[in-house]
């Protein structure tokens, strides 16, 4: 991974190489991922490591009777991965799948600085993108679920959901989720915690929306918009993710077995029978193999990874796999429904030295405490929900992210390097970048075969800004964003927006709404929240891939239980939801076998 920081590697090398030695943090032995492709019959198999699989494997594997194989394209989640403070480390490497998205037809709409071309980074690797982002945790407004059961996804309201979150869920204290009391006696896998290190201004971020009339704490289910410093899924200045926290508790089972770097390319059926029996997959030699299931398939590959399973397997768009000379196992609107909050960061400064954030004191802290820099993601623990003139009353349609402070990319490791790597006299300002963002998007998107090779990365439409409330909604955003500069607090920091007029941007006022629009189709931002493309509805809706049960509608034994069942996607981090999804699939894939 130090090879991600480009030229500044000889110190990032040196502390990958101290914290792969450091055991509890590495984990080397509770890993259960193995390379060889196991030459027999398993009840369930589980694709995809990411948020979503590990749960199921692991709650479906509690039976020791059944047998569970869980199968994940990229390797085992890395030691660095585990550190906070290098979050974003992952991305543009090995373990990211690096998706490029194509412009929108007939002109472009967004991604105008890069030819209409969004990239979306997606973890390829234990642990999936939760393993290369940030660790908030954020269930959503309860709102959103109860949409979800309007239309039609029976036992999806957010009363019928809760407890499938507080399986999940230890918090360090029920009152950062929920007001009410636990339904679940036994505390869940995932540590909820906050993190033990953080900047002085993000109080002074709080202190400022104070200023404005925001609520500045325990923002959680009816009550969502403010700012706070948000909980993450972290313990012990460790991130926290469902490969480590719901896995390698389990390992030394005999009948759970981790497959990994073995890509899963189709699920097999029985066309005369419609029925699921195992899934073909290319191993770490490049050979196609074929692994069975007794009892069922269950997707968990993601947003991008389960259409284009389903889609190489011959169930999809009729019209669109009968163009690529695919065999048709089941005509279903796969693919469709793509949808993903979006963002544009906007660069402001404060009256602060800029100094790396990551030097040899701030490594030793944290190797002996688990604390200071390396075990937060900086200023980006602030967060906030808002409310734009669109919003339905009290559901936040806007979060705003903040990005500043964390560890870069350190070339020496010494006390006064500068974050351009300089030593001594660095600039006397900080940067700080604001991400204001829609979250309750209406731009609808699609995804779709490439080609016939089932390796080929998919064609993928996000659509965005197609529909113009999404730009309106960002702008607004923007405009709240900009607020904070007019407080006492904020002026005490001459935090100012900082005047940089985008090239393809000139002929516009800066910082007016018609710059901000041209800005945001410029350099958009894809969040990382890819949804809705396998999408969940009622047992008779025409626009849904699966029923209330996960169930691939029209297909025995296969089933989807990750963020490609939103219907909508949740108006925050997807993360929490993502685990919800999959416990409440392990219980309702364990309550159709059990009764069997």
């Not at 494997?57 to 994940?72: G, H, K, M, Q």
């Not at 012990?236 to 993710?241: D, F, K, L, Q």
């Not at 006397?428 to 609808?444: A, F, G, K, N, W």
């Not at 969040?527 to 626009?543: F, V």
């Amino acid at each position: 991974m130090a090879s991600k920081c480009g030229v500044k590697t000889s110190f990032m090398s040196l502390v990958e190489k101290i914290i792969a030695s450091t055991c509890d943090v590495s984990d080397p032995c509770h890993r259960l991922g193995k390379e060889e492709v196991p030459n027999e019959w398993f009840d369930f198999i589980v694709v995809g490591g990411g948020v979503a699989g590990p749960v199921i494997a692991r709650r479906l594997s509690d039976n020791p009777w059944w047998r569970v194989l869980l199968i994940e394209a990229g390797p085992e989640e890395p030691s660095m991965t585990s550190i906070p403070g290098l979050a974003v480390h992952a991305v543009n490497s090995s373990l990211d799948w690096n998706f490029k998205t194509e412009p929108t037809e007939p002109h472009p709409t967004a991604c105008l600085e890069t030819g209409g071309v969004c990239t979306w980074p997606r973890g390829k690797m234990m642990s999936g993108t939760a393993g290369m982002y940030g660790m908030m945790y954020a269930r959503g407004h309860p709102e959103v679920y109860n949409s979800w059961a309007r239309a039609g996804a029976t036992g999806w309201s957010y009363d019928e959901i809760v407890h499938y979150f507080e399986r999940a869920e230890d918090p360090v204290d029920q009152s950062i989720l929920s007001d009410k009391p636990r339904t679940v006696a036994v505390p869940g896998p995932m540590k909820i915690r906050f993190y033990p290190h953080k900047p002085a201004f993000a109080d002074e971020v709080l202190k400022a929306a104070a200023e404005l009339g925001y609520r500045t704490s325990n923002l959680k289910e009816y009550r969502q918009t403010g700012f706070m410093v948000a909980p993450m899924t972290t313990d012990n200045g460790v991130r926290g993710t469902t490969s480590r926290n719901y896995l390698r508790s389990a390992y030394g089972r005999t009948n759970l077995r981790v497959l990994i770097n073995a890509q899963v390319t189709k699920v097999l059926t029985n066309q005369w029978q419609s029925k699921a029996y195992g899934v073909e997959l290319i191993d770490k030699d490049g050979y196609k193999r074929i692994v069975k299931a007794n009892k069922e398939v269950i997707l968990t590959a993601g947003a991008i990874g389960s259409p284009h399973i389903l889609m190489n397997s011959g169930i999809g768009p009729k019209e669109h796999l009968t163009k690529l000379g695919m065999n048709v196992i089941k005509d279903l609107p796969v693919g469709k429904n793509l949808h993903n909050h979006v963002s544009a960061a906007i660069l402001f400064s404060i009256k602060d030295t800029a100094y790396e954030s990551m030097n040899m004191n701030s490594v030793n802290e944290y190797l002996e405490t688990r604390t200071g820099p390396l075990s937060s993601t900086g200023l980006t623990q602030v967060t906030a929900f808002l409310e734009s003139s669109y919003a339905a009353n009290g559901i936040p349609d806007i979060q705003i992210f903040f990005d500043g402070f964390a560890p870069n990319c350190p070339r020496t490791g010494l006390e006064f390097e500068c974050l351009n790597g300089a030593i001594g006299l660095c600039s006397d300002r900080r940067q700080i970048v604001v991400r204001p963002t829609t979250l309750t998007v209406e731009s609808r998107g699609y995804m779709k075969l490439r080609s016939g090779d089932p390796i080929a990365p998919p064609l993928i439409y996000p659509n965005y800004f197609t529909h113009t409330k999404d730009l309106k909604v960002l702008i607004e955003g923007i405009r709240k964003a900009i607020e904070l500069t007019n407080t006492q607090t904020m002026k005490q920091w001459d935090f100012r927006l900082e005047p940089v007029v985008h090239p393809l941007c000139t002929n516009y006022h800066f910082a007016t709404d018609a710059y901000w629009e041209c800005y945001v189709r410029a350099a958009t931002g894809p969040e990382n929240h890819q949804s809705g493309t396998c999408k969940l509805g009622a047992y008779d809706d025409p626009t849904a891939v699966v029923d209330p049960e996960l169930r691939v509608r029209g297909i025995s034994n296969i089933r989807v239980a990750d963020a490609s069942v939103f219907p909508i996607v949740p108006n925050g981090n997807p993360i929490a939801a993502i685990m919800m999804i999959a416990e409440k699939a392990a219980d309702m894939i364990a309550h159709t076998w059990t009764k069997m």
